[in-house]
Each structure stands twice: as structure tokens, then as C-alpha cells.
């Protein structure tokens, strides 16, 4: 007995998963409110490459850390991993030196390509010192691992103690005793 598919199965199936794409499509994806900083082409120099936290720029003497999403609204793995890029960027909100942000990059193509983002979601993080201008490529690190918010937390870390040598601080320290972050 041999199972044999039919071209109308298969196209079904096709213009099925093409639906589901695109109606989703025109719903934006929805990020934690106040955690994760929207950017695009007019503003993402002038917020990612100034490293300054606060007024006075003291805040952050070694510079800030941004892990940004590029991610496509119709893509069902964007929309899957959006709760735990909120719930990660909600985990470290707290820590001063440390930003999350989103790009859409169905919007910001040109921001993308020059990020060289090919599949969806791409995270990428960048490090940023007070006084900077323009954010470069080659001075970014991209997250390579599982979309899940146990290999988040484990890049936060890492690329935190890599990036700025944060291992503790009193912003570090306030933010375990409050339990937003774990060793």
C-alpha cells in the first residue's frame, strides 16, 4: 500500500501556510512596553552608538551594551520568539549599562542590509562608548543559539562580562538582589 500525495494536497497545504503568514503580517509584533526601544534608519545611530547612560554620562563609565532584534513581522519565528526577547529585555531592565531594542525589518530594509540580517529573528549586539556616532558592523556580535530564554540569558551574561567586563556593580548587585538577574 503506497501513500501518494496529490499536487491539490500540496497546494492547499502551500497557499494555507501562505495565509497564515501573511494575515499575521499586517498585525505588528507586540514587544514589553518601555523594555525594548524601537529603532529604525532616523534614529538608531544617534540612540545605539551613544554608550552615555544618563546626563551625565557616569552612569556608564565603560560604555552600554544594545541587543537588538531584527525580525520580520510575518515571520512565525519572530512571533514566537517576541515574548522571550520582552521577557529577557524585562529580566535586565534594571541594569543601566544594558538596552534592548527591535528593528522591523520589513520597514528598515536598508537598516538590515546594512546589518547584513538574512534570516529572521537575527539578534545582535552591539557596544557602544559615551560620545560615539555611528554603529559599525564589524563592531557588532551576533547571537548564534537557540531562540530560548535560557540561551538569552546565558549571551546576556556572556556578552556582558566579555563586552564591558561587567561582573558585579551596584546596578549588577541592586538588579540579583531584586531578582532579575541569576548567576
Known amino acids: ?3 501518494m500525495i496529490s499536487s491539490t494536497t500540496v497546494t492547499s497545504a502551500a497557499l494555507l501556510l501562505f495565509l497564515v503568514a501573511h494575515t499575521r503580517a499586517d498585525k505588528p509584533i507586540e514587544f514589553g512596553e518601555h523594555v525594548v526601544d524601537t529603532l529604525n534608519q532616523n534614529n538608531f545611530d544617534a540612540i545605539v ?3 552615555a547612560c544618563g546626563s551625565d554620562g557616569l552612569a556608564c563609565p565603560k560604555g552600554r551594551l544594545w541587543l537588538v532584534d531584527f525580525y520580520a513581522p510575518w515571520c512565525p519565528h519572530c512571533r514566537h520568539f517576541a515574548p522571550v526577547w520582552s521577557n529577557i529585555s524585562a529580566k535586565y531592565r534594571e541594569l543601566k549599562p544594558l538596552r534592548f531594542g527591535a528593528v522591523d525589518c520589513m520597514t528598515q530594509l ?3 542590509k546594512r546589518f547584513q540580517v538574512v534570516s529572521y529573528p537575527t539578534i545582535r ?8 556616532s555611528r554603529v559599525l558592523l564589524k563592531d557588532s556580535v551576533q547571537f548564534k ?3 530560548t530564554m535560557e540561551a538569552m540569558n546565558q549571551f546576556v551574561q556572556l556578552t556582558l562580562r566579555d563586552k564591558l ?4 556593580t551596584s546596578a549588577w548587585t541592586q538588579a540579583r538582589q531584586n ?5
Do not use: E, Q, V, Y
Open 125 to 132: 549586539g552591539f557596544l557602544a562608548k559615551p560620545g560615539g
Open 165 to 168: 567586563r561587567i561582573i558585579d
Open 1 to 3: 500500500m503506497s501513500t
Open 110 to 112: 536598508s537598516l538590515c
Open 179 to 183: 531578582n532579575h538577574i541569576t548567576i
Open 49 to 51: 552608538a551613544d554608550g
Open 145 to 147: 543559539g537557540k531562540h
